[in-house]
């Protein structure tokens, strides 16, 4: 689907902030707080598909760690949403 020029505009001023949880290379359990351009949602979501690669190649990773994120951090990360 191709956006038009108004399309693309408001997509650029648009982010969303998405949960990621993978692995590392040793298999332990690690997630993402990544703030995506509407613009970029796309390219993230095909790159999610195809799995293995870099967050900071579609956003910026506001907070990551290892196993869960706590409800601390939950509540948190919910105000880039506008929630």
Same mark, same amino acid.
């Given at each position: ?9 408001? $997509?650029?001023?648009? @982010? ?8 590392? =290379? %040793? +298999? ?14 796309? $390219?993230?979501?095909? @790159? ?8 900071? =190649? %579609? +956003? ?24």
């Amino acid at each position: 689907m191709q956006l038009n020029y108004t399309e693309k505009n408001l $997509a650029k001023q648009i @982010a969303y902030n998405v949960l990621v949880t993978s692995s590392d =290379e %040793y +298999g332990t359990p690690t997630y993402y707080y990544v703030y995506v351009r509407g613009d970029e949602m796309q $390219a993230f979501g095909e @790159a999610l598909k195809r799995g293995n690669f870099d967050p900071e =190649e %579609y +956003g910026v990773v506001l907070n990551w760690g290892y196993g869960e994120p706590d409800e601390e951090l939950k509540e948190k990360m919910k105000k880039y949403n506008g929630n």
